[in-house]
């Protein structure tokens, strides 16, 4: 079993950073500037505002791993603890999906960047899709291996990742020109409307602060690793997304920036010429290949803490003999394989798309959830108002779930509504579960 590892076989402080880094720095990332840039320069307040929100988070998520240290699942656990089962099971369940469908989008991304290299990856659907399959099958494969195994890949990937991505926000702030960040405002809206709009996007980008909480008996020392990693990882990440926006922002007009499809590549050429572009690329293949590799191994730890719980089928819980829950790792890598495919098949690249745009609300629900827990897993626990610092505790969960609020409003209408249509549709599969209980009793 996981918690019954040895010291030398679990996740350590740089380890369990490299997990909440590496899950947040995805391929994505370097899309960003170019989708913020229609609204101009007001976007960095977005990303203050989300930089804010992420924290507020970190600290909740911070505070229930020294609340609860072994909890495997992260904010299943929490919500389960404060919440009871059925809101544990609506957590898991959305959040379940959003891992394997994040998975696969990572996978297609990480095809779009090796087409720099091979460029008939772009134009050739059954090698890209060979190309994708090969790369799932490959980390599922390596996370077999072991936690420690999974770790050492996702430290040497978030390190080179980030190599690029620094690179350009550091050598960027040397060629700023200011009128580029003018005017402040193009988005046609209100600057509330605007701000409200890039922070709920830029949030996104911070989906995945939770990541060293989920597979907790798998951390040393958990109660300090888990908190240390989470506020360490959380602001790394925020470092180099609000740097790096602001370099590329700075060295490209706004008008050319919207445009881009490769706007750090863009911006690496104008700092160090046309061959920036080719290790630019390559930062991205391993941002993708990185998250893809840290998702995999969450993707296996999420459904073996329910399977504990038996609120999930029981083959869940099975784990080899290196104590990876190996059974649900190869299931959801036969899912992302699957929804990875429908995005290369003619008719179903629009469901595939709009499923994504679904699961990032299935995430924020959980960070509701778990910030309501935070509140009532003090009370449960009867920790009083003087030594459970009472004040300081309603102030930050106040705040984080007015946040997660804000953040789901901001993220639309429709997929507000699908988003929990697709939670509400794991509610048959709960009755099974319960009636199987039931049964056995």
């Not at 997990?19 to 995805?26: A, D, E, R, S």
């Not at 798309?353 to 609300?361: A, D, M, P, Q, S």
């Not at 509504?417 to 697709?422: A, C, Q, R, T």
Request: net charge positive.
């Amino acid at each position: 079993m996981p918690d019954q590892l040895p010291k030398e076989n679990k996740l350590g402080l740089w380890t369990s950073t490299s997990l909440v880094v590496g899950n947040m720095i995805g391929a994505g990332v370097f899309l960003m500037p170019a989708t913020l840039a229609s609204y101009g320069s007001i976007s960095l307040v977005g990303w203050v505002f989300a930089t804010a929100g992420a924290f507020l988070l970190a600290k909740v998520f911070s505070n229930l791993s020294k609340l609860m240290p072994l909890a495997d699942g992260g904010p299943y656990a929490y919500s389960r603890e404060g919440l009871g089962d059925f809101a544990g099971f609506l957590v898991a369940w959305g959040y379940w999906i959003s891992i394997w469908c994040t998975n696969a989008a990572i996978a297609v991304s990480l095809v779009s960047a090796l087409s720099t290299f091979f460029p008939m990856l772009a134009t050739n659907s059954l090698a890209a899709i060979a190309t994708g399959l090969g790369t799932i099958w490959l980390l599922t494969w390596v996370n077999s291996l072991g936690i420690v195994t999974s770790g050492v890949v996702q430290l040497v990937t978030t390190v080179l990742k980030i190599i690029p991505l620094l690179a350009v926000a550091i050598g960027g702030l040397f060629f700023l020109k200011i009128s580029y960040f003018l005017p402040f405002n193009t988005s046609g809206t209100s600057s509330i409307a605007a701000i409200t709009a890039t922070t709920a996007f830029t949030f996104f980008a911070f989906t995945g602060l939770e990541c060293a909480t989920i597979p907790s008996g798998s951390v040393n020392n958990p109660e300090k690793t888990i908190s240390r990693a989470t506020m360490l990882g959380t602001g790394l990440a925020a470092i180099i997304y609000i740097l790096s926006t602001v370099s590329v922002m700075g060295m490209i007009p706004a008008g050319k920036l919207s445009h881009s499809l490769t706007p750090f590549a863009d911006t690496a050429v104008l700092l160090w010429g046309s061959s920036a572009r080719y290790w630019v690329s390559g930062g991205v293949a391993i941002a993708a290949f990185g998250a893809l590799n840290g998702w995999i191994l969450i993707q296996g730890q999420t459904p073996y803490a329910i399977s504990k719980d038996k609120l999930f089928p029981a083959i869940f819980g099975k784990v080899n003999k290196k104590g990876v829950p190996i059974a649900g790792i190869v299931i959801g890598s036969v899912l992302v394989s699957i929804l990875m495919i429908m995005n290369y098949t003619k008719g179903l690249a629009e469901q595939f798309k709009f499923l994504l745009l679904l699961t990032t609300i299935t995430v924020l629900i959980s960070y509701l959830f778990s910030t309501v827990a935070y509140v009532l897993i003090k009370l449960q626990r009867k920790l009083t108002p003087a030594s459970g610092h009472w004040p300081a505790t309603i102030l930050l969960a106040s705040l984080t779930f007015l946040f997660s609020l804000w953040a789901i409003g901001g993220s639309g209408q429709e997929p507000v509504y699908w988003g929990f249509i697709l939670i509400l549709a794991g509610l048959p599969f709960y009755a099974m579960i319960l009636w199987k209980k039931g049964k056995q009793l």
